[in-house]
């Protein structure tokens, strides 16, 4: 047993997890998350083409520059 924390919380109390795959684990934290009435969205390598996309068209391919103040 271990502690969990997806990779991001959203402004509309859902949860993020950005995994190269969906395996059994995945699966679990997924119904868990169901279960106490959250939202967990699971982005695989089959999804993340939609936010990368996202990411370059926003901000170029030196999309590093939305880290910089």
Do not use: Q
Not at 1 to 14: A, I, N, T
Not at 16 to 42: A, C, M, N, P, Q
């Amino acid at each position: 047993m271990h502690e969990y924390h997806p990779d991001f919380k959203l402004s509309d109390g859902s949860f993020v997890e950005i995994k190269g795959w969906y395996d059994s684990k995945t699966f679990v934290k997924h119904k868990i998350f169901r279960s106490l009435g959250y939202k967990l969205v699971v982005i695989d390598k089959d999804t993340i083409d939609f936010y990368l996309k996202y990411v370059k068209e926003k901000y170029g391919n030196d999309f590093i520059k939305m880290y910089e103040k």
